[in-house]
């Protein structure tokens, strides 16, 4: 979070309004600058935090595949909960993932004072760079493609499975109309 600093008073004497409009520009400008550059270092500290933490993960699963054969009657990995939590951990690092190449593929973009306002043509760039930005480009639009992929998978499953429990339900009450069905015609023959 940003340290809010103080208000301090500043009293430049100014020979004419045009000078007076410049000065506060720039100091507007400056004030900007400022809060752009404290955004920067709180999204550095959560790059750092992040950077560990992909580390530490790392770092478990390269001891779990380490000691693998060692866990096979574990029966924490025979739960059926296990699979499910390390498929929501997956898709929630490989959304992280995704946003983080999209932000920094568009933030090149974007109109900074630094950066170029036109998306720059590859033949225009240096050979690496060019290189370098159609690569980034093709590993976002593979990144959404396979993030697209595997969500339309899913939707697919479940449309698979409520298709399923339709047909059970129908099932059931088709039985339970035709049990009904005979109970009535049974129970009509014994009264008469």
């Not at 298709?163 to 129908?170: C, D, G, T, Y």
Request: hydrophobic share 35%; with cysteine.
């Amino acid at each position: 979070m940003p340290l809010q600093s103080g208000y301090t008073l500043l009293i430049i004497p100014l020979h004419s309004s045009l000078e007076a409009t410049s000065f506060f520009l720039w100091l507007k400008r400056m004030k900007e600058l400022e809060q752009q550059r404290d955004v920067l270092w709180h999204g550095l500290e959560m790059v750092d935090r992040a950077r560990d933490w992909y580390h530490q993960e790392i770092h478990g699963v390269d001891q779990r595949l380490r000691h693998g054969s060692e866990g096979l009657g574990d029966n924490d990995y025979a739960s059926n909960s296990r699979p499910n939590r390390v498929s929501l951990l997956q898709d929630k690092i490989q959304h992280v993932n995704y946003c983080l190449c999209d932000f920094i593929s568009n933030a090149e973009r974007m109109l900074l004072p630094h950066h170029r306002t036109a998306q720059p043509d590859a033949e225009h760039l240096p050979r690496g760079k060019g290189r370098r930005f159609q690569q980034r480009t093709l590993d976002s639009l593979k990144q959404q493609n396979y993030l697209l992929t595997k969500e339309v998978s899913k939707k697919s499953q479940w449309i698979t499975q409520l298709e399923q429990e339709k047909a059970v339900l129908i099932k059931q009450l088709l039985e339970a109309q035709f049990e009904g069905h005979a109970q009535s015609s049974w129970s009509r023959s014994i009264f008469v």
